[in-house]
Nanobody, 119 residues
Framework: VQLQASGGGLVQAGGSRRLSCAAS????????MAWFRQAPGKEREFVAA????????YYSDSVKGRFTISRDNAKTTVYLQMNSLTPEDTADYHC?????????????WGQGTQVTVSS
C-alpha cells in the first residue's frame, strides 16, 4: 500500500484545513487508515482513524469534536477535516494504514504534510 498525503500549510488560529491521503496498491479488505502527527521535540501522536469496512471512526481526546476523519471509497482516499485549529495543532501530519484491523499500530506510512497554525 502506498500513501500520498497532501493539504498541509499555514493557517491562522481558529481556522480550518483539510488534509487528504490517497492510497493505492494492494487490496483494501480490512484496511484501517489513520492520521498521526508529530510536533518538534514531541513523540508521534495518534490523531484519528477510520475502518474502511464500516466507516467506524476513532479520535484522540485532543482533537475530538474539532477534527473529522472520513473516507471516499471510490477514490480510496481518506480526509482529515480540521476545524478550530490552535497553535498546539502545529505538527507534521502523517497518514498510515494497516490491513490487520488495528487502530493504533500501522504497517504503511506516507510522507508527512506540515500544518502550521499561527496565533
Amino acid at each position: 500500500v502506498q500513501l500520498q498525503a497532501s493539504g498541509g500549510g499555514l493557517v491562522q488560529a481558529g481556522g480550518s484545513r483539510r488534509l487528504s491521503c490517497a492510497a493505492s496498491g494492494r487490496t483494501f479488505s480490512g484496511i484501517v487508515m489513520a492520521w498521526f502527527r508529530q510536533a518538534p521535540g514531541k513523540e508521534r501522536e495518534f490523531v484519528a482513524a477510520v475502518r474502511w469496512t464500516d466507516g467506524s471512526t476513532y479520535y484522540s481526546d485532543s482533537v475530538k469534536g474539532r477534527f473529522t476523519i472520513s473516507r471516499d471509497n471510490a477514490k480510496t482516499t481518506v480526509y482529515l477535516q480540521m476545524n478550530s485549529l490552535t497553535p498546539e495543532d502545529t505538527a507534521d501530519y502523517h497518514c498510515a494504514a494497516n490491513q490487520r484491523g488495528r487502530i493504533y499500530t500501522h504497517d504503511y506510512w506516507g510522507q508527512g504534510t506540515q500544518v502550521t497554525v499561527s496565533s
